[in-house]
């Protein structure tokens, strides 16, 4: 079974507006931590940001924001405000704390390409 | 500036042939990682070191090999045992003080099989 699910392969938005790109999980641990990158088509993996299992306000960073939703195990990606460079693939991983907390290993989903139109 | 750089940007093997992949931080982080990413798809951990001297397999190591002899280095290679190596090839480190510490990657290296 996948850890990470994005159901969406592609999406697109008008610039200016906003933009929610979903990511389920599956985890049995209690404590886990998500995070979102960004992968424009150079190539380069770019930190959005992360959210703790146990925090307890949703993440937010500048125009990004994580909408947490735990018991649905969801933690899907807000963008307001999208502009033109916000075009590229966006990845959602997790890190789960299944080795006494000191693996640091991620396990990303298959990504969303993102297209933001003038 | 720190960060991560991976050299080349792009490399040809021949079959039969052994390449390696650079990859050098100025992070002072601990832990390094090797990913891999075929097209349309997510990344795939192949190889990750937490300290030196130590590394562990992902979930597609067969056909791989690494080293991490210092801190700042994590060379992949890529043997004549993958049979598939044609994809792009990511690079990572992460600090080891906490577990919201996200994966810093390097830009990436694509192998294509001449």
Redesign the interface.
């Known amino acids: 079974a996948q850890k990470i699910t994005q159901t969406q392969p592609g999406m697109f938005v008008q610039e200016k507006e906003a933009v929610t790109l979903d990511c389920t999980y599956d985890t049995s641990d209690q404590s886990y931590g998500l995070f979102w990158y960004k992968q424009p088509s150079s190539g380069e993996m770019i930190f959005l940001i992360y959210q703790g299992s146990y925090d307890e306000q949703n993440a937010t960073e500048g125009r990004y924001s994580l909408n947490f939703q735990k018991a649905r195990k969801s933690a899907n990606l807000v963008i307001s405000a999208s502009q033109l460079g916000d075009s590229a693939m966006y990845f959602c991983a997790m890190r789960e704390n299944n080795s006494g907390g000191s693996n640091y290993k991620l396990t990303f989903g298959k990504g969303t390409l993102l297209t933001v139109n003038p | 500036d720190g960060g991560i750089t991976q050299s080349p940007k792009y490399l040809f093997r021949k079959e039969g042939q052994n390449v390696t992949l650079s990859c050098e931080q100025n992070l002072n982080h601990d832990?390094m990682?090797w990913?891999r990413q075929d097209p349309?798809?997510?990344?795939?951990?192949i190889y990750?070191s937490?300290i030196v001297n130590d590394f562990q397999k992902?979930d597609i190591a067969e056909g791989y090999s690494v080293s991490r002899e210092k801190k700042e280095s994590f060379p992949l290679t890529v043997t004549s045992a993958q049979k598939n190596p044609t994809a792009?090839y990511?690079c990572?480190s992460?600090a080891?003080t906490g577990?919201?510490?996200?994966?810093?990657?390097?830009?990436?290296t694509?192998l294509s099989i001449l």
């Open positions: 832990a990682y990913y349309g798809q997510g990344l795939r951990l990750y937490q992902g792009f990511l990572a992460s080891r577990p919201n510490q996200p994966q810093h990657f390097g830009d990436g694509r």
